[in-house]
């Protein structure tokens, strides 16, 4: 039964009108972005996930790591990844 057994059926706690709605983090963007400490959005290379038999040491060495987002990119992202 527990705490809310003696309430109707169907009985829903209203929310208060002036209490904006939590803003969510975007999971799908927080897997695969961070930001740094002075706010560029950090990302990792593409072209390594595959594929990879034919293509030179030196080339997939060169795709670890991570790099810069585009700065177009970075309001989109921070609005993303809000809670981070």
Same mark, same amino acid.
């Given at each position: 039964?527990?705490f809310?057994?003696?309430?109707p059926?169907?009985?829903r706690?209203q929310?208060k009108?002036n ?7 975007? &999971? $799908?963007a927080?897997?695969?972005? /961070?930001?740094?400490a002075?706010?560029?959005?950090? =990302?990792?290379?593409?072209g &390594? $996930?595959?594929l990879n038999?034919? /293509?030179?040491?030196g080339?997939?060495r060169?795709? =670890?790591?991570?790099?810069l ?8 992202a ?6 981070n």
């Amino acid at each position: 039964m527990g705490f809310h057994g003696w309430l109707p059926c169907g009985f829903r706690f209203q929310k208060k009108d002036n209490v904006m709605p939590k803003m969510k983090t975007k &999971k $799908s963007a927080a897997k695969r972005l /961070k930001m740094s400490a002075t706010g560029k959005v950090m =990302r990792t290379q593409a072209g &390594k $996930s595959h594929l990879n038999g034919y /293509k030179p040491r030196g080339r997939k060495r060169n795709l =670890r790591g991570t790099t810069l987002a585009d700065a177009t990119f970075t309001k989109t992202a921070a609005r993303m990844l809000q809670d981070n």
